[in-house]
């Protein structure tokens, strides 16, 4: 079972860049496909980007296209989000995932997803 745990969560103001990290413990990260959803308060979770396990698909929300970018170093079993341009709607709990299953492509369905981190926050604000 591979557990993920994300981390680069912190306060930027909006215009500026931050970088989410996700490692996981457990089985190797680098067989499975990881996505990154995030959930603002009031508000239901969804999807943001995801990454086919060996890098070479990628998915992106409509909202963070051209913005966002996924990408993976499957030698340091790291999966990353790199956020440009940030905007205060940006402001949510972001959650890094895995498929249920291994050597997947890209994909933005949740339910395909069976293990989550506990998320790492990231606020928008000046």
């Known amino acids: 079972q591979v557990q993920p745990v994300e981390s680069g969560g912190e306060l930027v103001q909006p215009g500026g860049s931050l970088k989410l990290s996700c490692v996981a413990s457990g089985q190797k990260l680098s067989t499975y496909d990881a996505g990154w959803f995030r959930q603002a308060p009031g508000k239901e979770r969804e999807f943001v980007a995801s990454i086919g396990w060996d890098g070479r698909s990628t998915v992106y929300a409509d909202s963070v296209k051209g913005r966002f970018a996924i990408t993976r170093d499957n030698a340091k079993e790291t999966v990353y989000l790199q956020m440009n341009s940030l905007k205060p709607e940006d402001t949510a709990v972001y959650y890094c995932?895995?498929?249920?299953?291994?050597?997947?492509?890209?994909?933005?369905?949740?339910?395909?997803?069976?293990?989550w981190g506990q998320g790492t926050q990231v606020t928008v604000s000046s």
């Open positions: 995932a895995t498929d249920r299953y291994r050597y997947g492509v890209a994909n933005r369905r949740q339910r395909e997803f069976g293990s």
